[in-house]
């Protein structure tokens, strides 16, 4: 197993900026695909980007060009760079982590609060 710890959520002006960091108990190199969701007051979770341990990343439309997925498998870390952030960009940011070969569950972390509002 694995634990994820999300940090770097807070408030925050529309179109500013924030970077959420995923900090993992555990290599993530054996894992190949990691990624964010979020999960708005009276929404269900939904996909906000993954990558993939040979760099390939998939976003949702909402989101694409405005934020960044990438993963440092040397810091065991991945990273949301999170930039002209809208309103509907509040939610309960989590990441999460797919299976792997001594551990084949997808894994969730606590989840981190990013909240967009003048």
């Known amino acids: 197993q694995v634990q994820l710890v999300e940090s770097g959520g807070g408030l925050v002006q529309p179109g500013g900026s924030l970077r959420l960091s995923c900090a993992a108990s555990?290599?993530?190199?054996?894992?190949?695909?990691m990624g964010w969701y979020r999960q708005a007051p009276g929404k269900e979770r939904e996909l906000v980007a993954t990558i993939t341990g040979r760099g390939g990343t998939n976003y949702a439309d909402s989101v694409k060009g405005r934020f960044t997925i990438s993963r440092d498998n040397a810091k065991n870390t991945v990273y949301l760079q999170m930039n002209s952030l809208k309103p509907e960009d509040t939610a309960v940011y989590y990441c999460?982590?797919?299976?792997?070969?001594?551990?084949?569950?997808?894994?969730w972390g606590q989840g981190t609060q990013v909240t967009v509002s003048s």
């Open positions: 555990r290599n993530i190199f054996s894992i190949n695909v």
């Open positions: 999460y982590a797919g299976p792997w070969s001594t551990s084949p569950f997808d894994h």
